[in-house]
């Protein structure tokens, strides 16, 4: 028995011993391998990257870690560094890309590596190639646009032949990277992203993908996603909680934009010399779907089928007390002409407006008091919106059709048809605003024009304008009953505005018609004239070429409209005056503590 016992140690011994002999054996010639294969393999990686980029790039590591048993590999401090004399000499023969690249990264992971595949047979397979916290430099250059089939560019393919048979990675992924958007010639950066995460799925180098029109540069996708971005300036905070993209989708995904300015309404818009608009921006969602990826890489050229905003709420504020900048036309600045001055080639098929709730205030310094207007539930289509050359060859015009509750109560549908090629920014509107109670405009009469509608019920007013930057004309048409109003007089130091009594009753009785259209009488109809001053907006234009037409069939025609240049100076004359009355104020106080004395 205790023989048997025997026997069975010195076997177990043996097993053993010859194992870790074994295990002695592999872990020596993984090292000796891994010792004699580093340098190899650090070789064909650099000369993979040189020849696979024509030259451009290089590919430098402080050191190279490789097991044979696991088949991973890991680079230390590695770079992709551009070539810039070979850029040049590219450029010079107008075949450099518009894009260069520089990437840095303190450990660059391999996993599942086929290095006897990729020794005997040259064919390399990985799994995947992490990059952890990578920093990456995309330089901007501008380039004469170029043809995306160029037959006498080499592929990458065809530049690694001689060397390799197929190049094959399931994924490539950058953990939290920081992304820098650079002029190339200036050399400052455009935008600046941090904690980038981009996945690339199924990278194929070979024969046949060269010329696989499924693939985006050689891949089945690249994906991206960006998670709690936040920038700020002087004057706002942006924020967006997710911005997720595909390229094999051609989609673009953005989850609560914010854009939250950083003062109040009225502390901000005293920060600036001249008028300038406050926005207050929440979008829940903003889509691209359609997007031509290769197009805007290639030839920064942006063409998106379809652009979806919203829900969002959006709120714009202007004080009026500060004047417009000089010299400055704000016609400019209307979307068409805007549109025309983008640095790129631009084509949006639809843009759809899904429901946004905006509301535009305005601080009337004469009043003293802020007034708002309501569009609740905006929603619409505007169809070919676009800036390019050929396209608007074939159709020059860019269509919207909206809808919106005005003041919360009632449904108004405007049509808007944007002429895109002429340099008067023309266009035409027509539509239409449903019933209304017209005492509730007082939130925006009595603060900005200082009149209150005692009674009024609006049944309908159309519209049918054409406009251009230097003015409209059209008709429209106001329905109405039972209209009679208020005149009013600001109040002094926070006092309750006042009624002008007389003035209102001459108003009623002999400017103002009750009725449209009166008892036994064909409806009146507004001819509108409208002569746009230089610091009216595009919105201002188009609401006034309205407002002007409901004053005509209200009788109030025979009064002229301010213009923002005789408003300001009305406010200057108003401030003055007020700046008076505090200065003898204070005299007088100053007068009665001395009679105390």
């Not at 029109?213 to 996708?221: L, Q």
């Not at 098929?349 to 899904?354: A, V």
């Not at 208020?486 to 018609?513: H, M, R, V, Y």
């Amino acid at each position: 028995m205790k023989q048997e016992k025997s026997g069975k140690k010195t076997v177990w011994k043996w097993l053993l011993g010859s194992l870790a002999l074994i295990f002695m054996l592999i872990g020596g010639t993984a090292l000796y391998l891994s010792a004699r294969w580093k340098p190899l393999i650090s070789e064909k990686l650099k000369t993979g990257i040189q020849q696979g980029s024509g030259g451009l790039y290089t590919l430098n590591f402080k050191d190279i870690h490789l097991n044979l048993f696991t088949g991973t590999a890991s680079l230390d401090e590695a770079s992709v560094d551009p070539d810039t004399t070979v850029f040049n000499q590219l450029k010079a023969i107008g075949q450099a890309p518009i894009h260069l690249f520089h990437l840095k990264v303190k450990k660059l992971q391999i996993n599942h590596l086929g290095l006897v595949k990729a020794y005997f047979h040259k064919t390399i397979h990985i799994n995947s190639i992490v990059l952890d916290q990578p920093s990456i430099d995309m330089m901007h250059y501008h380039f004469a646009k170029k043809k995306r089939k160029d037959t006498g560019t080499k592929t990458i393919y065809q530049l690694l032949a001689k060397s390799l048979k197929s190049l094959d990675i399931d994924a490539i992924r950058l953990v939290n990277a920081d992304f820098d958007y650079i002029d190339g010639a200036s050399k400052q950066p455009l935008h600046r992203i941090k904690k980038l995460n981009l996945q690339v799925k199924d990278l194929l180098i070979d024969s046949l993908s060269q010329f696989d029109t499924t693939r985006f540069y050689y891949t089945k996708d690249i994906s991206f996603e960006l998670n709690g971005y936040q920038s700020k300036d002087k004057m706002y905070l942006t924020k967006v909680d997710t911005i997720s993209g595909s390229a094999a989708k051609g989609a673009v995904l953005i989850k609560g934009f914010k854009l939250i300015p950083r003062y109040p309404e009225l502390a901000f818009s005293r920060m600036f010399k001249y008028g300038k608009d406050r926005y207050n921006l929440a979008f829940d969602q903003i889509s691209l779907t359609g997007l031509d990826f290769p197009g805007f890489y290639e030839e920064r050229t942006f063409h998106v089928k379809k652009i979806t905003l919203g829900p969002a709420k959006a709120g714009i504020f202007l004080n009026r007390e500060m004047p417009a900048p000089p010299n400055l036309d704000k016609g400019r600045n209307f979307p068409q002409l805007a549109l025309r001055r983008l640095g790129i080639p631009t084509i949006v098929d639809t843009l759809k407006i899904d429901n946004i709730d905006l509301t535009y205030t305005e601080y009337n310094p004469i009043s003293q008091q802020k007034g708002t207007i309501y569009f609740q539930n905006l929603q619409g289509k505007i169809l070919h919106l676009t800036n390019d050359s050929l396209s608007l060859v074939k159709n020059n015009h860019a269509v919207a059709n909206l809808g919106a509750m005005v003041m919360k109560k009632s449904k108004m549908e405007i049509k808007i048809d944007f002429n895109l090629t002429d340099p008067k920014g023309g266009f035409h509107y027509s539509g239409a605003v449903g019933s209304m109670n017209l005492t509730d405009l007082n939130v925006i009469s009595k603060p900005l024009g200082l009149i209150e509608i005692e009674s009024g019920q609006m049944q309908k007013v159309d519209f049918d304008i054409q406009a251009n930057k230097y003015g409209s004309k059209g008709k429209v048409h106001f329905y109405y009953t039972d209209l009679k109003v208020k005149l009013l007089k600001e109040g002094e130091d926070g006092a309750p505005q006042t009624k002008k009594g007389l003035l209102s009753f001459l108003a009623n009785k002999l400017l103002i018609i009750d009725a449209n259209p009166l008892k036994g009488e064909a409806p009146r109809t507004a001819n509108v004239s409208f002569e746009r001053s230089p610091a009216a907006s595009f919105f201002n234009l188009l609401w006034k070429g309205i407002f002007i037409g409901m004053r005509e069939c209200a009788g109030l025609g025979i009064v002229p409209v301010k213009t923002p240049e005789k408003a300001m100076e009305v406010i200057k004359d108003k401030k003055e005056e007020r700046k008076e009355k505090r200065e003898a104020r204070r005299e007088k106080r100053a007068e009665r503590r001395k009679n105390k004395t």
